[in-house]
């Protein structure tokens, strides 16, 4: 895609803070990080959101963010760490090229995820069985 800014970085065509990169993947910070160290794992492929991503690629970016976890760890000493992807603008994503976030996260920093709500027994299972059905 020759206006996605994530193919850029990938070119070279704009700079980034790049923290690791293989043949495959490119790791760089968030510009609005979260938190400092707010790290963006991308594939050097082109995908607009999961589904339409290679099951070579997932792999690639996962074995990505997995091998950043230590040295953002290290580096930043936080009290746990975020792993999230944002699939479609309805979900938060803002850039059209799948990437994954690795957040670190520190003592009252503000930031709250996944506040969810009390679902019945027989929501779960209503929704559950439909997605079940799909499969």
């Known amino acids: 895609m ?6 850029k970085i990938i070119k070279k065509e704009i700079p980034a803070s790049v923290v690791y990169e293989d043949k495959n993947t490119l790791a760089f910070l968030d510009i609005n990080p979260v938190n400092p160290g707010h790290t963006l794992v991308i594939s050097k492929k082109h ?3 999961l589904e339409e991503a290679t099951e070579d690629s997932l792999v690639d970016i996962i074995k ?15 009290v ?7 699939n479609k603008p309805g979900a938060g994503q803002v850039v059209p090229h799948m990437h994954f976030h690795i957040m670190p996260r520190f003592k009252g920093d ?5 506040e969810g709500k009390k679902a019945s027994p027989e929501t779960l299972k ?3 069985d439909k997605i079940k059905s799909l499969l």
């Open 80 to 86: 746990g760490i975020n792993i999230a992807l944002s």
């Open 110 to 114: 503000g930031h709250e995820l996944f």
């Open 126 to 128: 209503q929704v559950a």
């Open 2 to 7: 020759t206006d996605c800014i994530f193919c």
């Open 47 to 49: 995908f607009e959101t």
């Open 64 to 78: 990505t963010v997995k091998k950043l976890i230590k040295p953002i760890d290290k580096a930043l000493n936080p």
